[in-house]
């Protein structure tokens, strides 16, 4: 039988709406009087709290509130980001476009994006997001602005538009953010799209030899043989088509998966603590971070509980992350960052199923909050 390709950024069920697609779909229910909220789901909830008890070398957490950590696990550990990466990538738009450097509201046309999509490796993001986008009116004759590229990495993942923002952007400027925000345990950021190529099995060698020779490879080297592939797509429409995801199997997709840029719980809380806080950036840059990663507060519940929430997830099949951060109208302010690696699929599927509810419990009952200790 025919191995699927695992590589994505969200799931089918989170592609019906841009709230849900975020990962956030069960807080828009609650309640805006916070003591009673019936919505929450404790035994979803009691499920990942399980499962995280009984995998804790699977899983790292680092939970802030009010400054205060009040959970921690494997928080210092670097694991894969998958899309959760792209933060990085918002926060760089929203600088650039704070400064003027590119102009936000300027038209692209899609097929300087369609270059960097490669179909069937993105859990169908790309496409999510363009449909969504022809609904919603954002699209004039074959160009979207900018912003709303910005909003499609962000809201539906697409790989595609983060691939040519990284390259608008600049790759070291795109990095720069890390020294920006003081992130230390962070490896280097690379054109994800592009690094899907080294793993084409060539003529008249083997998957295992392949595998073996990327093992070789240095941090460095990695990061420009997908830089070079990068290149291969900015300039040639055709070179998407040179990937044959029928060789992609799924011991390739793990060693891809492990080669992700990486980091740590607590410095992606820490992060967004800074974001939550306005800190960092100029005050016109959180005019951008407010349309693009704080998008669900576009939501009328969310306005009614909310001063702001961002929030961004990814997954490959092995590796679940998420980030969110938000300061209530009461003032309280959390930041949450949960990561799993070395997930079976069946397992990845099962905690994409618990997250919201256990965020939620997370956030909004204290008993669970006791409970949550390792």
């Known amino acids: 039988m025919e191995e699927q390709v695992l590589i994505k950024t969200t799931t089918p069920m989170r592609l019906q709406m841009p709230l849900a697609k975020a990962g956030i779909a069960l807080l828009i229910f609650l309640c805006t009087d916070l003591p009673v909220c019936g919505q929450l789901k404790p035994a979803l909830a009691d499920s990942m709290l399980n499962f995280i008890q009984a995998n804790r070398n699977k899983?790292?957490?680092?939970?802030?509130?009010?400054d205060t950590a009040i959970v921690s696990l494997n928080e210092n550990r670097r694991m894969p980001l998958a899309s959760t990466v792209k933060i990085i990538v918002a926060i760089e738009f929203a600088r650039q476009s704070a400064r003027e450097t590119i102009n936000e509201n300027a038209y692209i046309a899609l097929p300087e994006l369609d270059k960097f999509y490669v179909p069937g490796t993105d859990g169908g993001a790309h496409s999510a997001w363009i449909d969504y986008a022809r609904k919603n009116n954002e699209i004039r004759g074959d160009s979207v602005k900018l912003v709303d590229v910005a909003r499609g990495m962000i809201i539906?993942?697409?790989?595609?538009?983060?691939?040519?923002?990284?390259?608008?952007?600049?790759?070291?400027?795109?990095?720069?953010?890390?020294?920006?925000?003081?992130?230390?345990?962070?490896?280097?950021?690379?054109p994800l799209v592009g690094s899907l190529f080294l793993y084409q099995v060539p003529k008249k060698t083997s998957e295992s030899k392949l595998a073996k020779t990327i093992s070789g490879y240095s941090d460095k080297k990695y990061g420009l043989e997908a830089y070079e592939h990068h290149l291969g797509m900015k300039e040639d429409s055709g070179y998407r088509n040179r990937f044959r995801p029928e060789e992609f199997s799924l011991a390739l997709q793990k060693i891809w998966s492990d080669?992700?840029?990486a980091s740590t719980a607590k410095e992606?809380?820490?992060?967004?603590?800074s974001l939550n806080k306005r800190e960092v950036l100029e005050e016109p840059a959180y005019f951008t971070i407010a349309e693009v990663l704080e998008f669900?507060?576009?939501?009328k519940i969310f306005q009614s509980v909310f001063k702001h929430y961002g929030?961004?997830?990814?997954?490959?099949?092995?590796v679940l992350t998420h980030v969110l951060y938000f300061t209530m109208k009461n003032g309280t302010r959390m930041e949450l960052a949960i990561f799993f690696n070395d997930l079976t699929p069946e397992e990845e599927q099962k905690l994409e199923g618990w997250l919201d509810p256990f965020e939620a419990q997370v956030i909004f009952d204290p008993k669970f909050r006791e409970k949550v200790k390792f």
């Open 311 to 318: 929030v961004k997830g990814g997954s490959t099949g092995f």
């Open 59 to 66: 899983a790292a957490l680092y939970i802030t509130r009010n």
């Open 268 to 273: 992606y809380a820490l992060l967004v603590q």
């Open 296 to 299: 669900p507060m576009e939501n």
């Open 156 to 190: 539906f993942s697409s790989n595609a538009n983060t691939e040519y923002l990284m390259d608008l952007l600049g790759f070291d400027n795109v990095n720069n953010v890390l020294s920006q925000f003081d992130v230390k345990e962070h490896s280097v950021i690379f």
């Open 259 to 261: 080669r992700l840029p």
